[in-house]
């Protein structure tokens, strides 16, 4: 059981030393960017709801038999993970066949 003042639920913003750091619109809105312009590469869909009831995003690349998942923003203070990811999809949907 987490002690108590770690397990509470509330929006980043409310504390200062977030800033700068994605929040749940900026992940949508970048989400949707690169799923609308990887023609097809990346597509990104809602699989769920948190408790906040903010969409859960699933980001698909590739098909075939072998799956990685790859997961981001467990924990709605961990910055690093989803920067990289974010990139990650950006390059990936943004790359040519030749670089595949």
Not at 13 to 20: A, K, L, M, V, W
Not at 25 to 32: A, N, S, T, V
Not at 43 to 71: C, K, M, N, P
Not at 87 to 92: D, F, N, P, R, S
Request: charged share 25%.
């Amino acid at each position: 059981m987490a002690p108590n003042g770690n397990a509470e639920c509330r929006p980043l913003s409310d504390d200062p030393s977030y800033d700068g750091w994605v929040d749940h619109e900026q992940l949508k809105d970048r989400l949707g960017q690169i799923d609308g312009t990887s023609n097809g590469r990346v597509g990104v869909d809602v699989v769920g709801y948190s408790q906040l009831e903010r969409e859960i995003f699933a980001a698909r690349v590739g098909t075939g038999d072998r799956v990685l998942l790859v997961t981001s923003k467990i924990h709605g203070n961990e910055k690093t993970g989803t920067e990289a990811l974010l990139q990650m999809l950006k390059t990936l949907g943004s790359s040519s066949g030749e670089n595949k």
